[in-house]
């Protein structure tokens, strides 16, 4: 993957000339404030006002409109009302214009007539190659550079520092408010990015162009929505490759179209479990609530080390509080190692009354013995046993006469222990905080708040490859070919022509026969030798032993002939009106622990791949997880890891593990064939797919497979 940046967003997001079309003197006025905002922060390219009823704006000589410009112009900002914007873009020569920035609203959000003249605004645009932002946006900043391409007066009560951070927002109110909230924060920026309407350029175009960005060290995205999957999956992809952590607060969590779905997967794979597997996927950090947003954005640019596992220390004056913290630790996924019994007794050998395990409790005793804090601390890691250090010190970071105490530790700690980042917990005066930050710290007033960062940003180093790209349309020959387009014509696959397909398509499936009479069920039975399951096949019935459809370990031609005429019975009786294909005859299943895999067919995202337990509280009890479609070993690894019910799988009160690996490949399997017939079904669901024990595989027992029948698949 290239990680060179995008020349076109280049040139709009880092200009060295910028026109503003609709230029203003009169404070207040949106045209007014990008010229003001230029001036104010010192911004050294060419500033041209365009403005057809004035000479001079803000001591700037103007010029009627683009075509008056001699020159190329690197960005353009539409101040003009939106019925204006589209003849005021459209007087640029082709190839004049770089990007434009349109501030204007009255298009798409508007209704039909604005959807209108956006489209005609992004003809004119692409007809000139003008990259568009916007419209209805904020615009957007270069801090670095002093690029104020934004009509919020923000900037105008006090600019962020120049940093790290890149920050983009579907939303324009929720950037002002976040710009706002860096700069009490202290966080610097190097970006600010409000995308608006995203005629053009969207989120995932700025993440793509801001993981390729050398100014840029982390990524905070606040998201509505998503219009193209592939994109977004790239951009984060990108990200990832270039070791740049992306923080996300997506809202609109919600379970539309999940309540007419026809299966498992589709009715638990709502709009938000597929954005939480896809920021798993690709390594984004979820923040759920702004103060998580802004608490991961500070871990992440303050420690240029993050921590590389889970292994927490938890070092403290107070006792209650760290036990808070150990209770924190715990729910974050944090381990709590207990330091080496040496160092145990060599505290307690100076502090009697100590707790020497993780938390590690010195009491008050830092006040009048200052050297403890370095000494315990350089104890604790002496060995290497933990990957971060959290320090609660209470009410003592106010004190004046500790102050040169805690300055000391927190600069011996880099010195010391460089691979180890500390938080500190304390009520620290800004400038003091500021300095401690200065020498890598964080510092939090809340020590819960503490914990759950360090938990959500551990680990990050040591992280999966970027996952399996999505191919392009054009290589889908790739994988399984089982899927004929002939099926399409069935509103369902029957039982035995699904699991024909999963054979082909690499998944592990048993012999098993389509007799259409009891004479043929006889005969598939003797053939398999033992103990068989007889079940009706029928493109109508999805839960078959619900209805009596299903006859389990069935032995002898008497067994097998009561099965089979047992089952036709049942279908009378409850189902007269179903299509009846046959019944499967298959050999038993040994014992193993049932599972459920399917794929859903996100209008977005594409295919959803889903694993959980099997059987039939998967709905009620929801414990599953997600990945999109392909990925690799370690990916279905780890979604197989992500369920509460993991311990069942790893072997449970004496029963043996299960064949994990063999798990892992089936979902791998699936997901590229998923992948590859992505326009080609609806639904598919594996229940059970049997994990065997250790060394013996697995075994795909019942499939429903439903083809994409909408008339514009593709």
Request: charged residues 20%; negative net charge; hydrophobic residues 45%.
């Amino acid at each position: 993957m290239s990680l060179h940046p995008d020349s076109s967003l280049t040139r709009l997001f880092t200009p060295r000339s910028i026109a503003v079309v609709g230029a203003s003197a009169t404070p207040g006025k949106i045209g007014a404030m990008p010229v003001s905002l230029l001036r104010q922060h010192g911004y050294d390219g060419r500033i041209l006002p365009i403005n057809p009823r004035a000479d001079n704006i803000q001591g700037l000589p103007t010029a009627p409109d683009l075509a008056a410009l001699d020159g190329p112009v690197d960005l353009v900002i539409l101040a003009v009302p939106a019925a204006q914007a589209a003849q005021a873009l459209a007087c640029a020569r082709p190839g004049q214009v770089g990007g434009a920035v349109v501030f204007t609203s009255g298009f798409s959000e508007t209704g039909e007539s604005g959807v209108a003249m956006q489209a005609a605004l992004c003809d004119i645009a692409r007809s000139r190659g003008i990259r568009l932002l916007g419209p209805n946006c904020l615009g957007f900043m270069n801090v670095r550079h002093n690029v104020y391409a934004t009509f919020s007066p923000a900037p105008a009560n006090g600019a962020v520092a120049p940093g790290g951070i890149g920050m983009v927002s579907q939303s324009g109110a929720f950037g002002a408010y976040a710009y706002c909230m860096a700069r009490e924060r202290g966080l610097g920026l190097s970006h600010w990015i409000s995308t608006g309407n995203e005629a053009d350029i969207d989120v995932a175009d700025c993440i793509d162009w801001l993981a390729r960005d050398a100014d840029t060290r982390v990524i905070m995205a606040y998201m509505e929505g998503c219009r193209d999957g592939g994109k977004l999956r790239r951009a984060l992809a990108a990200a990832r490759e270039a070791g740049k952590p992306v923080v996300v607060t997506k809202i609109g969590r919600t379970q539309a179209g999940a309540q007419a779905a026809a299966s498992h997967t589709a009715a638990l794979a709502g709009d938000d479990a597929v954005y939480d597997a896809l920021f798993r996927q690709y390594g984004a950090l979820r923040a759920r609530s702004i103060e998580e947003f802004f608490n991961l954005g500070y871990a992440l640019d303050t420690w240029k080390q993050r921590p590389a596992g889970k292994r927490l220390g938890i070092f403290t004056i107070s006792g209650g509080v760290g036990a808070l913290m150990a209770d924190e630790a715990q729910e974050a996924g944090l381990s709590l190692p207990e330091p080496d019994l040496a160092a145990q007794a060599r505290l307690l050998e100076r502090v009697p009354f100590a707790g020497p395990r993780n938390p590690v409790d010195v009491t008050g005793q830092v006040v009048s013995e200052p050297g403890l804090l370095l000494a315990t601390a350089d104890d604790m890691l002496a060995d290497g046993r933990y990957d971060a250090l959290a320090v609660f010190l209470a009410a003592a970071g106010s004190s004046e006469a500790l102050w040169p105490t805690f300055e000391t530790f927190a600069r011996e700690m880099r010195a010391r222990h460089p691979n180890v980042p500390l938080a500190l917990c304390a009520l620290f005066p800004p400038e003091r905080r500021r300095e401690l930050e200065r020498l890598g710290a964080l510092v939090f007033v809340d020590p819960s708040a503490a914990i759950r960062t360090i938990g959500a940003v551990s680990g990050l180093e040591a992280g999966d490859a970027v996952p399996e790209q999505v191919e392009d349309a054009a290589t889908s020959d790739a994988g399984s070919n089982a899927l004929s387009r002939s099926g399409l014509q069935r509103d369902a696959y029957n039982e035995v022509q699904a699991m024909e397909v999963l054979r082909e398509a690499g998944l592990p499936v048993p012999d098993c026969t389509l007799a259409t009479d009891a004479d043929a069920a006889v005969a598939a039975a003797v053939r398999l030798a033992g103990p068989v399951v007889l079940k009706v096949v029928s493109p109508d019935i999805l839960h078959k032993s619900d209805i009596g459809g299903v006859k389990l370990n069935l032995s002898g031609e008497d067994a097998v002939r009561a099965g089979y005429a047992a089952i036709l019975d049942s279908l009378r009786l409850h189902r007269p009106d179903a299509r009846i294909d046959g019944v499967l005859v298959a050999p038993m299943a040994p014992k193993g622990v049932e599972c459920i895999v399917g794929v859903h067919r996100d209008p977005i995202f594409g295919p959803v791949v889903m694993f959980g337990l099997g059987g039939v509280f998967v709905e009620v009890l929801k414990d599953v997880s997600f990945r999109l479609a392909p990925f690799d070993h370690a990916q279905a690894r780890a979604m197989i890891g992500e369920i509460q019910g993991y311990a069942l799988l790893q072997g449970a009160r004496g029963a043996p593990p299960c064949d994990i690996d063999a798990l892992a490949d089936a979902l791998v399997a699936l997901s590229r064939f998923a992948h590859v017939h992505r326009n080609d079904f609806a639904s598919l669901e594996i229940n059970p797919l049997l994990a065997l024990p250790e060394g013996q595989g697995a075994l795909a027992l019942d499939a429903v497979l439903i083809p994409n029948t909408a008339v514009d698949a593709q």
